[in-house]
Nanobody, 118 residues
Framework: QVQLVESGGGLVQPGGSLRLSCAAS????????MFWYRQVPGKQRELVAFITSGGTTSYVDSVKGRFTISRDNAKNTASLQMNSLKPEDTAVYYC????????????WGPGTQVTVSS
């Protein structure tokens, strides 16, 4: 079972940038897609972005043009570059993955806190 661990969160001012990383304990090259979710206390977890093994990406409307998801199969990592951050981006960010589009998520990382505040 592949384990995922997120890193790179922190406190940043509005308009700033952060790069989140998701390190996998095993190979991700065969995984159908890597996903980034975020969650604010009291709210449902929200899908932020995903990237398939073929490089297709998708983003929630609120982050389009500001966030970029990528994956490095050689390093078994996925990343989320977040630019022009807004206070409403404050959340715990989680990494997860699917082996195929027909299966559920294989595991969840513990999350990394992102706080956007002046």
């Amino acid at each position: 079972q592949v384990q995922l661990v997120e890193s790179g969160g922190g406190l940043v001012q509005p308009g700033g940038s952060l790069r989140l990383s998701c390190a996998a304990s095993g190979s991700i090259s065969s995984l159908y897609a890597m996903f980034w979710y975020r969650q604010v206390p009291g709210k449902q977890r929200e899908l932020v972005a995903f990237i398939t093994s073929g490089g297709t990406t998708s983003y929630v409307d609120s982050v389009k043009g500001r966030f970029t998801i990528s994956r490095d199969n050689a390093k078994n990592t996925a990343s989320l570059q977040m630019n022009s951050l807004k206070p409403e981006d404050t959340a715990v960010y989680y990494c997860t993955a699917k082996r195929s589009p027909f299966e559920g998520y294989i595991t969840w990382g513990p999350g990394t806190q992102v706080t956007v505040s002046s």
